[in-house]
């Protein structure tokens, strides 16, 4: 059974930190180009960051995050992590990891991130 796992979302104050992680199992993690999407109430997906396969993984992120996050993934442990620094009331939203290869796109179940004073 596929499972994307997100936790370590919550409540910050502007200009605070949050590390969310996306604990994955059941697919070939080091296989799949693994994202960060994320969606406030009431509006559409948002492509926060993306990190390929490989030893490296090049990283991609928006201009709306650029130089504030942080894509990373641990291939030992299936686990993907966004660093967020500097964060904004802009920046809450619902964020949720996708895993994709091929034909095949995986999707957790999001994590809640808020951030307000």
């Known amino acids: 059974e596929v499972q994307l796992v997100e936790s370590g979302g919550g409540l910050v104050q502007p200009g605070g930190s949050l590390r969310p992680s996306c604990a994955t199992s059941?697919?070939?993690?080091?296989?799949?180009?693994m994202s960060w999407v994320r969606q406030v109430s009431g509006k559409g997906l948002e492509w926060v960051a993306q990190i390929n396969t490989g030893g490296i993984g090049a990283t991609t992120y928006a201009d709306s995050v650029k130089g504030r996050f942080t894509i990373s993934r641990d291939t030992a442990k299936n686990t993907l992590y966004l660093q967020m620094n500097s964060l904004k009331p802009e920046d809450t939203a619902v964020y949720y990891c996708?895993?994709?290869?091929?034909?095949?796109?995986?999707w957790g179940q999001g994590t809640q991130v808020t951030v307000s004073s």
């Open positions: 996708v895993g994709t290869w091929a034909q095949y796109v995986y």
């Open positions: 059941g697919f070939a993690f080091s296989l799949y180009a």
